[in-house]
């Protein structure tokens, strides 16, 4: 039992009296420690992380070289507020993105705190950058639950029910999802379909696109679909959007997922595992764009914190020094070839699909595609939890099982949490 003897059960019950229910806890255990790819709840049981926080500990919990740039920041000063006294970890963070970002020219980066405020933040600059109003983003598509990133966010249930009208002049069209019979063609003469029916594309101020989506199921837009649409939006005067905020920082097996495409966007919104842990963000992007913005119009109190600015400096380094880039990509080559071998004695997987270290696989019914199970992924879900494995699903159809364990991960760490899968899946019948 952990050294404060609490239990999950009485810390469940504490956060079913004091916490709406509003905010879902997927598991009912509670951490008390965490290293690399693993966690120790309050009752002493360990766990493999394939969560990640949600994508957030590419570098793993706790990395030594992280925490140890957050007590040297910790012991000089905690906060001043950028928009006061600036201070150079601020700055040191954002030459670094501008120097790593993929963007052509001259690029400039402001720091915030989360995704969705990144989001928010770059729909601000692409209006004022544009002097246009119209958005388009895509099915499927996660992009935060502050109200215009939730409103280019395409999913209804659960981020957008109840919520009323939310801000307009947002558009979505189909993310290609071939497996489940959406085509690129398909999606681009949706997107061509828009400017016929229901508005000009001398409106639209951007395209907003996750390389990779992260809620929506990890499917994957193809390096010619992103070059197709990068060819419309410079024909139209349109800016695109890379939303990076799952895909970025290594998990793909470059520092971001749009590196793999060769097309160069206009801006790049990114966080999670950016700082390792801490709450930080950011929008890079060409910097005739960032400074279309008047002074004070963009900000935020904690934007940017000193603390997140020097961990964040930390997982840059450590990235390069530990070869974190090329250990994504083989990672995500040894998660698809084991749960391939797992997937010809489960035909309730049905397709495996990954860029770098960012893998998924999908449950259906009997291996038909036109059968998604959002049941099954429950069940496993649950079952590889009591054999102490966090695993997520995701997805359009709830059906889809992420694999967002931290890059730094073991190989032993990794195959034990692989045989939990197979374990759970012959147990539940799948």
């Given at each position: 039992m952990g050294s404060n003897h609490l239990t999950n059960a009485s810390l469940w019950e504490r956060r079913l009296s004091n916490v709406p229910r509003g905010v879902s806890t997927a598991y009912p255990v509670f951490a008390e420690r965490a290293l690399n790819a693993e966690i120790w709840d309050v009752e002493g049981k360990r766990y493999i992380d394939f969560g990640g926080g949600i994508g957030v500990m590419n570098t793993g919990h706790c990395h030594p070289k992280v925490i140890a740039a957050i007590h040297k920041q910790v012991d000089a000063y905690l906060h001043t507020a950028f928009q006061i006294m600036p201070y150079e970890?601020?700055?040191?963070?954002?030459?670094?993105?501008?120097?790593?970002?993929?963007?052509?020219?001259?690029?400039?980066?402001?720091?915030?705190?989360?995704?969705?405020?990144?989001?928010?933040?770059?729909?601000k600059i692409a209006r004022v950058a544009t002097g246009r109003t119209g958005f388009i983003s895509f099915t499927g598509g996660f992009h935060g639950r502050t109200m215009m990133a939730l409103a280019l966010t395409g999913k209804v249930i659960p981020y957008k029910k109840g919520f009323g009208p939310l801000p307009?002049?947002?558009?979505?069209?189909?993310?290609?999802?071939?497996?489940?019979?959406?085509?690129?063609?398909?999606?681009?003469?949706?997107?061509?379909?828009?400017?016929?029916?229901?508005?000009?594309?001398?409106?639209?101020?951007?395209?907003?696109?996750?390389?990779?989506?992260?809620?929506?199921?990890?499917?994957?837009?193809?390096?010619?679909?992103?070059?197709?649409?990068?060819?419309?939006?410079?024909?139209?005067?349109?800016?695109?959007?890379?939303?990076?905020?799952?895909s970025g920082f290594a998990r793909t097996g470059k520092l971001f997922a749009i590196e793999h495409s060769g097309i160069s966007p206009d801006m790049i919104t990114t966080a999670k595992s950016l700082a390792g842990g801490l709450p930080l963000s950011a929008v890079i992007g060409k910097a005739n764009l960032m400074d279309s913005v008047e002074p004070g119009g963009l900000g935020g109190t904690y934007a940017g914190n000193p603390v997140a600015c020097a961990a964040a400096l930390a997982v840059m380094d450590l990235i390069?020094?530990?070869?974190?880039?090329?250990?994504?990509?083989?990672?995500?080559?040894?998660?698809?070839?084991?749960?391939?071998?797992?997937?010809?004695?489960?035909?309730?997987?049905?397709?495996?699909?990954?860029?770098?270290?960012?893998?998924?696989?999908?449950?259906?019914?009997?291996?038909?595609?036109?059968?998604?199970?959002?049941?099954?992924?429950?069940?496993?879900?649950?079952?590889s939890l009591e054999h102490g494995l966090v695993l997520l699903s995701c997805g359009v159809y709830g059906n889809v099982i992420r694999i967002l364990v931290p890059i730094t991960a073991s190989e032993t760490i990794v195959n034990e949490g692989l045989a939990i899968i197979e374990k759970s899946l012959k147990e539940i019948g799948a």
């Amino acid at each position: 039992m952990g050294s404060n003897h609490l239990t999950n059960a009485s810390l469940w019950e504490r956060r079913l009296s004091n916490v709406p229910r509003g905010v879902s806890t997927a598991y009912p255990v509670f951490a008390e420690r965490a290293l690399n790819a693993e966690i120790w709840d309050v009752e002493g049981k360990r766990y493999i992380d394939f969560g990640g926080g949600i994508g957030v500990m590419n570098t793993g919990h706790c990395h030594p070289k992280v925490i140890a740039a957050i007590h040297k920041q910790v012991d000089a000063y905690l906060h001043t507020a950028f928009q006061i006294m600036p201070y150079e970890p601020y700055i040191q963070l954002t030459e670094k993105l501008n120097e790593k970002a993929p963007i052509s020219g001259p690029k400039k980066t402001i720091l915030f705190s989360s995704g969705a405020e990144a989001l928010e933040n770059a729909v601000k600059i692409a209006r004022v950058a544009t002097g246009r109003t119209g958005f388009i983003s895509f099915t499927g598509g996660f992009h935060g639950r502050t109200m215009m990133a939730l409103a280019l966010t395409g999913k209804v249930i659960p981020y957008k029910k109840g919520f009323g009208p939310l801000p307009g002049d947002v558009y979505h069209i189909p993310f290609p999802m071939e497996y489940h019979g959406v085509s690129e063609d398909d999606s681009i003469k949706s997107l061509l379909n828009l400017f016929k029916a229901d508005i000009d594309p001398s409106r639209i101020a951007a395209i907003a696109i996750e390389p990779v989506q992260g809620e929506g199921g990890f499917y994957i837009a193809s390096p010619s679909f992103l070059k197709r649409l990068r060819a419309i939006c410079d024909e139209h005067g349109i800016l695109l959007i890379a939303d990076e905020v799952q895909s970025g920082f290594a998990r793909t097996g470059k520092l971001f997922a749009i590196e793999h495409s060769g097309i160069s966007p206009d801006m790049i919104t990114t966080a999670k595992s950016l700082a390792g842990g801490l709450p930080l963000s950011a929008v890079i992007g060409k910097a005739n764009l960032m400074d279309s913005v008047e002074p004070g119009g963009l900000g935020g109190t904690y934007a940017g914190n000193p603390v997140a600015c020097a961990a964040a400096l930390a997982v840059m380094d450590l990235i390069e020094e530990e070869n974190i880039l090329s250990q994504s990509t083989k990672l995500g080559e040894m998660l698809k070839e084991k749960l391939k071998m797992i997937q010809t004695k489960h035909k309730s997987i049905g397709e495996i699909r990954g860029l770098g270290g960012m893998v998924a696989f999908e449950l259906v019914e009997n291996g038909d595609a036109h059968k998604p199970s959002a049941d099954l992924a429950k069940k496993l879900t649950s079952k590889s939890l009591e054999h102490g494995l966090v695993l997520l699903s995701c997805g359009v159809y709830g059906n889809v099982i992420r694999i967002l364990v931290p890059i730094t991960a073991s190989e032993t760490i990794v195959n034990e949490g692989l045989a939990i899968i197979e374990k759970s899946l012959k147990e539940i019948g799948a």
